[in-house]
């Protein structure tokens, strides 16, 4: 049971990168996972209830993600640089899952874990940010109002670049990542490197 399970979750996972919710309706879902319609309504009875355990095992593996970007730093301040990357060049690199989970239009309840989500994401950020601030590594802040701008911040900024109509139109990641990571850095209180004296 737990394996037909976590097949079905997969296969919605699947079809979700590829084309978003919309196109991971129960039929494309069941040929993905080899199963039946009906077994996929035997362990999820709606759509809803199957996008929120895909939504809630993709933000399970996104914080681990960030946290081991962050573990790899002494630091605060690159803790914090790190695992913004981290998040926004996963985002770029699978444009259509991250939409789906960004911006996608959805049921309400899937938008409500997805709300749940960014506060779990906020987490990961409050920590660093308390940690630098005992540290005197950051301005003294409210480092959970914080965390939520910069949540709030990288994932605003990624909705034109992995929406579908807008995609093509996006500056070349490795800028758009370094101008994320700066805004988000100023949020905390990092000023930006003094300019190298001109010889």
Do not use: W
């Not at 807008?166 to 990641?173: D, W, Y």
């Amino acid at each position: 049971m737990a394996r037909n399970r976590a097949r079905i979750v997969q296969a919605a996972r699947t079809l979700v990168s590829v084309g978003g919710f919309r196109e991971a309706q129960i039929a494309a879902v069941a040929a993905e996972a080899g199963v039946s319609t009906g077994l996929i309504y035997r362990y999820f009875p709606s759509k809803a209830e199957l996008f929120v355990e895909v939504l809630t095992a993709a933000i399970d593996a996104e914080i681990v993600i960030l946290r081991a970007a962050a573990d790899a730093h002494a630091d605060a301040r690159d803790q914090l640089g790190a695992a913004i990357e981290a998040f926004v060049r996963r985002a770029l690199a699978g444009p259509a899952l991250a939409y789906a989970f960004i911006a996608e239009p959805v049921d309400p309840e899937v938008d409500a874990e997805r709300i749940r989500g960014r506060r779990r994401f906020g987490d990961v950020f409050r920590d660093i940010l308390r940690a630098g601030i005992e540290r005197r590594e950051f301005p003294t802040q409210d480092a959970d109002v914080t965390a939520a701008c910069i949540v709030g911040a990288f994932t605003e900024a990624l909705v034109g670049p992995v929406a579908p109509i807008l995609r093509e139109k996006t500056a070349g990641p490795a800028q758009l990542v370094a101008s994320i990571r700066q805004v988000c850095l100023r949020a905390a209180g990092v000023c930006d490197p003094a300019p190298s004296p001109r010889a």
